[in-house]
Every structure is written in C-alpha cells, then in structure tokens.
C-alpha cells in the first residue's frame, strides 16, 4: 500500500502564485516517474507535468515557462510551483506514482486525494 499526501491548494489571484507538494510513504522499493495532473469542472483529467528519478522533466504546454516541478528522491517527495496562474488553471491537482513495491519489474499508478486550486479575483 503507498499513501500520498497533497498540500499547498487554495485560493489565488490571477497572476498569483502556489505551490503543491506531495509526498508518498509505504511500500516502496522504487519510484520511476512522480507527476501531477489535473482535473477542471466538466473536463477530462490532464497531464500538468512529470519528473523521472535522473530529474527529467515533461510539461504540458498550457504551463511551459510558468510551472516547475522538482522531486525530492531521498524523502519521495514532489513539488509544482505554479507562478503566473490564470483562471483557466482553477482545478483539482493530483500527485502521481509510478513506482514498484518490490525489486519485481512490475510497476503500478497511485493517485493522491486532490487538493483544489482556485484562480479568481
């Protein structure tokens, strides 16, 4: 069982900024990508942006040049620093694992919970 916890959501002005973090615990004997995804009211769940363990790092295009995402690998932790956020980024944000249990080459997904992060004036 892996456990993620999201923190960081709220509520911003337009051209504000937050950060999100997750961290993940429990069984874990490696992680391959940590990302975050998003889901706005009526809309499918999008990839925002992922990090591989060497620190590779892919974003959406809605949010090249104003999104960073990190990872801590020692404590399993990733972060989304958001600056410049618009109203089109009001969502609900959740941390994603890649990662296997054991030394066995099978992998599995776990989803956080989702924090809501609110872009309004």
């Known amino acids: 069982q892996v ?3 999201e923190s960081g ?3 911003v002005q337009p051209g504000g900024s937050l950060r999100l973090s997750c961290a ?3 069984t874990i004997f490696s ?3 940590m990302g975050w995804y998003r889901q706005a009211p009526g ?3 999008e990839l925002v ?7 590779s790092a892919n974003y959406a295009d809605s949010v090249k040049g104003r999104f960073t ?3 801590d690998n020692a404590k399993n ?3 989304l620093q958001m600056n410049s956020l618009q109203p089109e980024d009001t969502a609900v944000y959740y941390c994603n694992l890649d990662y296997r249990p054991t030394p066995a080459w099978v992998f599995y997904h776990s989803w956080g919970q989702g924090t809501q992060v609110t872009v309004s004036s």
């Open 69 to 71: 995402i990190s990872r």
């Open 3 to 5: 456990q993620l916890v």
């Open 77 to 79: 932790t990733v972060d």
């Open 49 to 55: 942006a992922t990090i591989t363990g060497g620190g």
């Open 9 to 11: 959501g709220g509520l």
């Open 24 to 26: 993940a615990s429990g």
């Open 43 to 45: 809309k499918q769940r």
């Open 31 to 33: 992680i391959r990508v």
